[in-house]
């Protein structure tokens, strides 16, 4: 039996995993993959207060080892069910079977990359269509490369490519960036980046690799083919919430409904990070999140426990 069982190992679960055993707490993280979520792609963490010139893996790799020095626990397995998630004993059952029975849930799932949806898509990944700069870059040194995308994670891709490929065409659906203006202006000051603006990637050509992208302006419904070795996808990300429907609200957008409290509205379960609505998605304010949901779960137990001991 844990008392707090934590779904997803990004900054929001580990830093929830470092509060639920500080505060005398058994804890338990779960992750289908690895620890760090997607901070491990990030090739420097620029913007957490104290820890200037920081890659994240090095980030995740200090933080997994704060909790597991803790006590925490690790397991690396795929939740696909909960049961009695309303009541005062939870069961989580995980793809290889597994059941685990819990005080407290913390979902911290995050999100994913949103993929294009053009034709092709899925035949190209890992052979010309990348959703990690940081992760692929390398491969397309002297190339010709684009990037799908406007935001932030957007530019600074095209900003890593620019010192690593021959060519970068930054395409965004609008007429302007919705990135930073200090991310706007250093990209546009590559002299190898070019902005495709008003358009949308609407095919991918290629036989065994990806040698090409159709793009089409939204206004003209002109359409042109770049000539590139591998397009990175940054258009958005999608969270991983469907297993939780039956027993959180999720929104249009599936992310689940839970304020700066990362109350859900079923008792014992908490959401935290990406996951959950909120306007900002940062490492700082996912880090928040698990502080905050971890002493939500604690001061649960606690009063269930009161409650139940004092009928």
């Known amino acids: 039996m844990y008392d707090i069982l934590i779904i997803g190992a990004g900054p929001a679960g580990m830093t929830a995993a470092i509060y639920g055993q500080r505060g005398g707490k058994k804890t338990v993280l779960f992750d289908q993959l690895s620890y760090g979520g997607q901070v491990i792609n990030t090739a420097d963490v620029a913007n957490y207060p104290g820890m200037p010139d920081m890659t ?5 790799n200090q933080v997994y080892k704060q909790f597991t020095d803790l006590g925490a626990e690790m397991k690396y397995e795929k939740i696909i069910r909960v ?5 005062p004993v939870k069961t989580v059952v995980t793809e290889s079977g597994n059941e685990y029975r819990c005080k407290s849930i913390i979902i911290a799932t995050g999100a994913q990359p949103r993929p294009l949806g053009v034709d092709g898509e899925d035949r190209f990944k890992g052979a010309g269509i990348s959703y990690c700069a940081t992760c692929d870059g390398a491969f397309f040194k002297d190339k010709v490369v684009a990037v799908a995308g406007g935001g932030n994670t957007a530019l600074e891709d095209a900003e890593i490519l620019s010192d690593l490929a021959e060519k970068v065409y930054l395409i965004h659906r609008r007429d302007e960036f919705r990135a930073d203006a200090t991310n706007v ?4 000051s590559k002299a190898n980046v070019e902005p495709v603006l008003n358009a949308v ?3 991918l050509k290629g036989d065994k690799y990806l040698e090409g992208v159709e793009v089409e302006n939204r206004e003209t419904k002109e359409k042109r083919t770049l000539n590139v070795n591998g397009i990175f996808v940054a258009i958005g990300q999608v969270p991983q919430n469907e297993v939780f429907k039956d027993f959180v609200k999720l929104n249009k957008a599936g992310y689940v409904e839970a304020g700066e409290d990362c109350q859900t509205g079923t008792p014992g379960v908490f959401a935290a990070g990406d996951c959950r609505t909120k306007k900002v998605r940062q490492i700082t304010t996912a880090v928040a999140d698990g502080a905050v949901a971890a002493l939500a779960a604690i001061e649960h137990i606690n009063k269930t426990c009161y409650e139940v001991n004092n009928q």
């Open 56 to 60: 994240g893996l090095e980030f995740a």
């Open 83 to 87: 049961t009695d998630a309303d009541k």
């Open 185 to 188: 202006a250093r990209v546009k």
């Open 201 to 203: 990637v609407t095919g």
